[in-house]
């Protein structure tokens, strides 16, 4: 019954879509400039990632190859991965800007948010959440708030080197020109995390931010990717002025889920493979 009613709806929304966005191109109206993101800006994020509760994990993973990829209409997104979870919330959002009713400029955002320079191939894809897509993203900025908000916790560091070229080889077959990356990655451990009282980190928190889960340095990275990896997961931390709620795309069995944040990070802290987290303030880059 549920995936009947999911169907139906996706249905309407996609008619409601084709409407409002003939509408747009009927009467076109220019692209607003940036505008810092308020508490109901915030806010409106935490509501669209809400929108995919129960969506499919998409464990088919990235095929590429050197030919163009197609970007989806938002019709057509019917499972998300964690970082296709973030992204496609972040588009909605950025076309919401100019066009809440049609998010009609959905599938241009994503592009520019999925690839550097919007350069929609495979090796322009932002792969790496910390080294590729933080840096090109183009509408968003991401703030390292994990030392604001932990402001007496003991941080911890780890040192990676990203092969790139190695990477696209191993995984992907393709040869790329890209030089090793030296990485330096601080991050407050899931014990810290257990320490701090809830009540200070929703006094501290926006409506939605951004969690990097950060793995540990291990020889099996290299062994299986190619190169270290820089972050292992992503999440939204949604805090509603009670309780603070991981918001993701987490697996197979379990898809895209909110779970209690403190139990996601006492879960997190029984992985002998995963170190901590970095915590991220969302803005609007400047003109």
Known sequence: MYIKIK??????????????????????????????ITDAGYSRLAEISGEFLG??????????DETAEKIPELSEIKSLDCMTYVTTVLAIYQSEINDKKCRGNFTDNLRQIRYKDGKNTCLNRNHFFIADWIGNNPFFSFADITRNIFPAAKMEQKKITLNRRAWFEKNHSLQADFSSQDMTIKYIPFSEIL??????????????????????????????????????????????????????????RQGTLEE????????????????????????NKKL
Do not use: Q, W
């Open 55 to 64: 969506f499919p994990y998409d464990g088919a993973g990235i095929k590429c």
């Open 195 to 252: 320490k701090h009282d809830k009540r200070d980190l929703i006094e501290a928190l926006d409506a939605a931010s951004i969690i990097a889960v950060v793995g540990k340095k291990l020889p099996y990275d290299i062994l299986k990717y190619g190169s270290d990896i820089d972050v292992t997961h992503v999440a939204f931390l949604i805090n509603t002025g009670k309780n603070l709620i991981s918001r993701h795309a987490r697996n197979i």
């Open 260 to 283: 209690d944040f403190f139990s996601h990070m006492e879960r997190l802290e029984k992985n002998p493979y995963l170190a901590g987290i970095i915590v991220y303030r969302i803005e």
């Open 7 to 36: 169907k139906f709806s996706i249905m309407i929304f996609a008619a409601g879509l084709l409407v409002c966005c003939i509408e747009k191109y009927l009467f076109a109206m220019p692209a607003k400039p940036y505008e810092k």
